[in-house]
């Protein structure tokens, strides 16, 4: 007798309390506005340059790029990401951002992606794809700033001559475009 009075009692108290949350938009509004919550991360294509240091910087290996016809398109598999920042704290010049995007549930065919392209330069040396035009400036910006005082406009000379070369290039022909740094000593 006891125990069908408790089971009558809880039954009117679930009627009359109603325990279902009404999901996602009461608890998703809620939770999409907690302060330093980190979601679904998302690319700003007008500032990345392609630089690929959110690439090594992830240690989940969420982040692939593909180099084909001109263009460099970096992919963040959200279902590998861990939502940790990394990408972004890394990130030169803030073109990632941490959204608060967090409802990432998806059926088989929408797998969540974020993907960015940025328009890449080929090597005028081997013709493999190299970096963009705006890592390039960005790159030679650095160097005139950063560059001992004293050597500055021979460096200013040289650096055209090997910008748009990928590395490989570079040391192969350092020698024959008199831009190695031994020639100061
Ligand atoms: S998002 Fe940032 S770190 Fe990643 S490739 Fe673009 S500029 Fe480089
Ligand atoms: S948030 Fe972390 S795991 Fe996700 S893509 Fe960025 S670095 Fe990788």
Redesign the pocket.
Known sequence: MKGLKNIITESIRNLRDCQTISYPSSLGQKYSHLEGLRGKPE??SS?????????R?CSDNA?S?VDENGV?T?TIDVTRCMYCGR?AE???????TMTNKFELSYDASEKPLTV?E?AVNNCVGCGTPYDSTR?IKEVQERVIANVDPSVVNVVQEDLPKYIFLCPQCRRRVVYELKTHTRKYY
């Open positions: 690319f700003d500032k990345c340059t392609g630089c690929q240091a959110c690439v910087r982040i790029v460099r970096l990408c890394i990130c030169p010049v803030g073109a990632i960015n940025v890592l």
